[in-house]
């Protein structure tokens, strides 16, 4: 979608400057309007914002140390996040910090939360879930 957006701002530019090439009265016929250009922009910032929330799938499980040898562990994706790859983020990060198969889980929680984003008059509720888990350590 960004090659698209990019491919479009680069013919923009060449749009511009062969605009700027052409005697007077063909210039007021390829100009933009406020309306076009408020659209575009709306059009930029759904599509970064839908961007932003594609790329919250990558993002790796983080650890809180409760106690010694007990953590709480938490992993956030899209709306289109399933259970168990949630689930993997977390057990590959319990893998990390107790070792391999040297885990068990104390409790178990899925959360689906809603985020309002404010751009230009307009409000955009994206949806996220955050998958939380504590493990403790065997000795």
């Known amino acids: 979608m960004l090659v698209r957006l990019y ?3 680069a013919k923009a530019s060449f ?6 090439a052409l005697p007077s009265g063909y210039q007021g016929a390829l100009k933009i309007s406020s309306i076009e250009r408020s659209i ?3 059009f930029i910032i ?4 839908f961007g932003v929330a594609g790329c ?3 993002i790796p499980a983080r650890s809180t ?3 010694p040898g007990r953590y709480s562990l938490q992993a956030s994706g899209n709306m289109f996040a399933d259970y168990e ?3 993997a983020k977390i057990d590959k990060k319990a893998g990390k910090l107790c070792g391999e198969a040297a885990y068990e889980y104390e409790t178990n929680n899925l959360q689906h939360k809603t985020q309002n984003t404010y751009a230009q008059g307009m409000t955009i509720s994206a949806g996220y879930k955050v998958l939380t888990k504590i493990a ?3 000795k």
Do not use: D, W
Request: proline share 0%; charged share 20%; net charge positive.
């Open 40 to 42: 575009r922009m709306r």
């Open 46 to 49: 759904l599509a970064l914002v």
């Open 85 to 87: 790859s949630l689930s």
């Open 136 to 138: 403790s350590c065997k």
């Open 56 to 58: 919250a799938q990558m």
């Open 7 to 9: 491919a479009h701002c």
């Open 15 to 20: 749009l511009h400057k062969f605009a700027q």
């Open 65 to 67: 140390e409760l106690s």
